[in-house]
């Protein structure tokens, strides 16, 4: 989905004038607790319900179990589906509404990397710092096209993220299919968005770097993702070993693989990342629930976070006892975010949204989170670069996970058999 600037530029303006950068929130006395709120911003409806409601429920898990001396947190939640799907607009008026909310001194989210290039031109006008659970495509933070997002405080840094970037997701996917699935030829189908074009570009230029040729590569738009099977048909002709999709579920990725099937190339391993992730066969709307039985067979899946996080089963224990659920991919990950927020809290005594942001954008700051230590780089980047790696189980009928990689140190680690 395109953005629409001057929309944009109209809530930016909106946001400058009425807003200094600074919230009112001040220090604690010692007689009573300040009230103050984390906003949230992610997909809340629709198709999109799989992916975002897991995410905010570990928000309000990691508020609840981290309390701060005298601050009460509650949130304000906000929902960027539009019609059951992201809208980078609506994320756009979102982060403007919070931003006029003056007890809100931090905001989890949000999701979709298309969002928050809507949305980083705000936040950024206010000083109202963000940690993405998810976002993963490298010009939200990296070179000309992030410095462009920032046109008002270009040299300060409001925005953040514990998922590591798509030019690493991009690699793990080809490895994949190169190494585990050991196709030798790709053909690649991305949705044009933001997220999903980057992914993409980056798993044909990992693959052709390891040997692997691609065979065909089409972009289809999210409003024409309910036929494949021209693009299949011409697709199947050139024989690939490995059909790739860069893009989410409600942008066509279980529909894809659903047609594949449908259209005699079941049998070819399929993969994509993250935006994939969004449960089991049982989870209604679900890449896994749309694909269905057969298509579900040799099915890859990435997740740009760590799995083999400190204490996962404690967190697994205590979210499903909050939730009688299991947690999400990106669970952990909105804990964690909502996690340096409150230790940021602690640390400063205050709720002033500069004091926060300078204090989580301070590269020397470090956060012991649920997955593990994180601070930031001057870029807004994770210190941490662990892809996930899963497959689809058949007995299951879910993704198993199989291997992570730290690509800042090269280990490879292997699940438990």
Known sequence: MKLKPLAIIAVVALVASA????????????????????????????????????????????????????????????D???????????????????????????????????????????????????CSPANTNPALTKGAAAAALRPTNPNKIAYVRVATTDDIQGQAGADIAYTVAGAKTAYVVDDTETYGKGLADQFVTSFTALGGKITGRDGVPASGQNDFTALLTAAKANNPGFVYFGGVTATGGGLLRKQMVQNGMGSIPFGGGDGISDGSAATASSFLNVAGADGDVNTYMTVAAVHDIPNAAQFATDYKAAYGAEPGAYSASGYACAQIYLQALAATKSADRETIRAYVTNSTNKFNTVLGTVSFDANGDTSQHVISEYKFDPTTKDWKYFQQKDYTTGVTTTAAP
Do not use: R
Not at 55 to 77: R, Y
Not at 83 to 92: E, S, Y
Not at 102 to 130: C, D, K, M, R, Y
């Open 19 to 78: 807003c200094t950068g600074s919230s009112a929130t001040t220090a604690p006395s010692a007689a009573s607790n300040v009230a103050v709120k984390i906003g949230v911003d992610l997909p809340l409806s629709g198709a999109e319900l799989p992916n975002g409601d897991p995410t905010l429920k570990g928000v309000e898990l990691a508020i609840k179990q981290n309390p701060v001396a005298g601050f009460t947190v509650t949130t304000n939640v906000k």
């Open 80 to 130: 960027d589906a539009l019609n059951g799907k992201h809208d980078p607009q609506t994320g756009a008026t979102n982060i403007g509404q919070l931003v006029t909310d003056t007890s809100v001194f931090a905001v989890v989210g949000p999701f979709n990397s298309n969002v928050a290039q809507a949305e980083i031109p705000v936040s950024n006008a206010a000083g109202l710092i963000q």
